[in-house]
Structures are given as C-alpha cells and as structure tokens.
C-alpha cells in the first residue's frame, strides 16, 4: 500500500512570498488533514477535509493560509504572503473515515519543510 | 479543551535498559489516547492506540502502555532499548466521531551505546 505522498520536501522562500504544499492520501482514505509542526512542539491541526467538504478548519489563518481538496483526492496547502512564522513542517495525513475509531488511524506522510527568510 | 502534557523533552537511555515515556493528559469525558514516533526527516507513526477495555496496551515495536485514569496519564514503556528506537515520541488525546488530536510536544529519546 502506497503511503501519503507530499511534494516538495523542503522549500525556502522570502517573507511575503507565496508558497503551496501537495499531499495525495492513501487510495480510498476520505478523510484528509493538514497538521503545522514548528521546531521543537508537536503537531497542530490546520484543516480537516472529509471527502472535499471541510470539517474542521477552526485553526487555519484564514488571512494567509488556504486549502483545498477539489475532487476528493488530493489536497493542495497555500500560504500567501508568508510571515517568519510560518516556518514549519506542514504534514499531511490521511485516514480511511473520520475520528479514531479502531480502524481508522491518521496516515502521516513525511511533511514538506518550510522556511522562511 | 483537551490537552497533552509530556513533562520531558529530552532523555537518554542506555542500549538496553528499559525505558518509561510519561505522558498526562487532560479530557472531560473518555479519552482516546495514542503514541507516535518520529525519526528525523519522517511523518508520524502510530506505536498504539487506547480506546477502551484493557488498560495495558501493546504496540509496535515492542512497546506498551498503561492508561491510568485516575492519574490521567499514558506512559509509554518498552523493557530494553535499542538504538534504532533513538527517536522523537508524541503522545496524543483525543475522542470519536468527528475530532481532531491534540499532541504533546514531544519527548526526544537519545540512545547511549
């Protein structure tokens, strides 16, 4: 079974530039998510998408940060214009339906790396 | 609202030794807890989960952990280190349905020879 694939793995771009992450889940995973991880704390929900309706997105920055997941496949993470701040790993995951139910645990892919100068 | 306290951020064990991950957790109702390791470079895997019964779980790699609710916590133990478990571990919280984890901020473990 193929993993949660991300693309780029790494990405450095200026303050106020624009950037945009890839994550393709696991076949037949309806459920996606976009986690922030910044240096030395652990993840952070960003957004949930179940199918392409979001579920959950209380703790995106809507100001800056977008997100979608068109047909239900993959997703596509935008940050534009970027702050410091955002320096990060953006990981994306995958589970087969929503919640943690015993079947259906989070897929992480291995996460695009962010800096920002 | 639901949070994950991992009191340490780093510890070194010996190859061989046992080690003892502390995890507390905060959560009004029954909470879903869980471990994840993470190497350098690489997305999270899920060790184990609890949901319910019992309290002693076993996952991956030769861990386990105990869920004890009057002490809130989920520490996470494995009898005798190997230096591939040299890692970054994550406890989890969360519940059914429809909700998100809230993670820890993670506890370095270094392995010594």
């Known amino acids: 079974e193929a993993g949660v694939a991300q693309s780029p793995r790494y990405k450095i771009i200026e303050k106020r530039q624009s950037v945009a992450f890839w994550c393709n889940p696991i076949?037949?995973?309806?459920?996606l998510y976009w986690y922030q991880q910044i240096l030395g704390q652990g993840p952070k929900l960003l957004i949930q998408?179940?199918?392409?309706?979001?579920?959950?997105d209380s703790q995106l920055p809507k100001d800056r940060f977008s997100a979608e997941r068109l047909k239900g496949v993959d997703s596509t993470l935008k940050i534009q214009p970027a702050k410091l701040e955002d320096s990060a790993v953006y990981l994306c995951?995958?589970?087969?339906?929503?919640?943690?139910?015993?079947?259906?645990?989070?897929?992480f892919g291995n996460g695009t790396r962010l800096t920002v100068t | 609202a639901q949070s994950v306290t991992q009191p340490d951020i780093h510890i070194t064990v010996s190859e061989g030794a046992s080690l003892e991950l502390r995890c507390n957790y905060s959560?009004?109702?029954?909470?879903?807890l869980f471990w994840y390791v993470q190497s350098p470079g690489q997305g999270l895997q899920l060790l184990l989960k609890?949901?319910?019964?019992?309290?002693l779980v076993q996952g991956i790699k030769g861990f386990e952990a105990e869920f004890k609710r009057s002490q809130s916590s989920f520490n996470l133990r494995k009898p005798s280190v190997h230096w591939s478990d040299a890692a970054e571990y994550f406890c989890?919280?969360?519940?059914?349905?429809?909700?998100?984890?809230?993670f820890g901020k993670g506890t370095m473990l270094l392995v010594s020879p």
């Open positions: 076949s037949g995973h309806a459920t």
């Open positions: 989890a919280v969360g519940d059914s349905g429809y909700s998100t984890l809230t």
């Open positions: 609890y949901f319910s019964g019992d309290t």
């Open positions: 998408f179940q199918n392409n309706g979001v579920v959950d």
């Open positions: 959560y009004g109702a029954t909470p879903y």
């Open positions: 995951a995958s589970s087969l339906k929503p919640g943690q139910g015993g079947n259906s645990p989070l897929h």
